[in-house]
């Protein structure tokens, strides 16, 4: 750790705009003290010690999360494992021991944030604490964004997770800042994509199954090949209803792309939502709407609403109707 720093403590699962606004803070705060950012961040997520039974879903790996809060400001990330014992600290013992062994210049944390035994500490204990040993604290409002429906909400992993859950992909990206994704190498399927003419990249179900997955359903977004970039995709997730041969799978249709992804590491990140997945009567139906399905992305690609700019900037064009909820 460096002699003297900027902190910030929390979850940061899926680094998200609410994020971002604290780090841009810890960043000033650091600026002002000549001095470094060091996020704090908790992982596994602190209810898998607390009330494993409601332990949320990841919307990112632990490589991930690093990767994503050095991008937003920090220049350290020390990822703290909840433990028991460091859960039931009192607010005033576990700040005390991370001044006495980092130095903290400041702390930068959002409004609800919440620490210690019984989540008893608050933004006014950092602030009282900080006051009585010595640092600075600056408190953060939260974020909030427009969605697709022109309702105005609170940016949260928790709703993020509601979002992904309701294939409400755009408006996750809106709070995000960025699509939602999942990066995985590309395993065998059932080699049945390119007999009816359109190949697919299945992500490894190792991958799939350690962070979420949005709702079953078909999706435009894109795929990014190590040394081949970033193509249009159309993204199908579900149990392939019109063969029912097995479990549930992501896998993507790269637009224009000629080559052999198996055993490649790619990213597939889904922007907006299709359509429902749903069995077709026959193999000759099923293509015919894929087709269609393929050309709308290619469609969506060329008018730019496959860019994370496009959806942070509200372009309700590509605010297509989300699926039903259940």
């Known amino acids: 750790m460096p002699d003297g720093c ?54 990112t790996t632990p490589d991930e999360k ?89 940016v949260s992993s928790s709703l993020i997770r509601w979002l992904l859950e309701q294939g409400r992909v755009a408006d996750a990206s809106r709070c995000l800042g960025r699509s939602y994704g999942l990066s995985g190498s590309v395993v065998a399927g059932a080699r049945r994509g390119r007999t009816i003419g359109v190949p697919t990249a299945n992500v490894d179900p190792l991958v799939t199954r350690q962070v979420m997955i949005p709702a079953d359903g078909v999706y435009g977004g894109t795929v990014s090949v190590a040394g081949r970039g970033r193509h249009p995709a159309a993204i199908s997730i579900g149990v392939k209803p019109t063969f029912a041969d097995g479990g549930r799978v992501v896998e993507a249709h790269l637009i224009d792309f000629d080559g052999d992804l198996y055993g490649k590491n790619i990213r597939v990140e889904t922007v907006r939502w299709l359509r429902e997945q749903r069995r077709f009567k026959t193999v000759e139906l099923l293509q015919a709407q894929l087709q269609r399905d393929i050309a709308r992305t290619r469609r969506l690609g060329e008018q730019g609403l496959l860019e994370v700019s496009a959806a942070r900037r509200g372009h309700t064009a590509g605010c297509v109707t989300a699926p039903p909820t259940a």
Not at 38 to 57: G, Q, T, Y
Not at 138 to 150: G, Y
């Open 6 to 59: 900027v902190i910030t403590i929390g979850t940061f699962d899926g680094v998200h705009m609410g994020h971002r606004a604290i780090l841009a803070e810890a960043r000033r705060l650091a600026t002002a003290h000549g001095t470094k950012v060091v996020a704090l961040a908790f992982d596994p997520h602190p209810a898998s010690i607390l009330r494993p039974e409601h332990e949320p879903p990841r919307l």
């Open 66 to 154: 690093c990767s994503a809060l050095r991008h937003a400001g920090a220049d350290e990330v020390e990822l703290i494992e909840p433990t028991r014992q460091l859960l039931d600290q009192s607010p005033e013992t576990f700040i005390q021991s991370l001044v006495d062994t980092m130095g903290i210049k400041a702390i930068a944390e959002g409004a609800n944030f919440r620490f210690g035994r019984d989540r008893r500490g608050d933004a006014a204990t950092l602030r009282w604490i900080g006051e009585r040993i010595g640092f600075e604290f600056a408190e953060v409002s939260p974020v909030r964004v427009t969605l697709c429906d022109q309702w105005s909400v609170q």
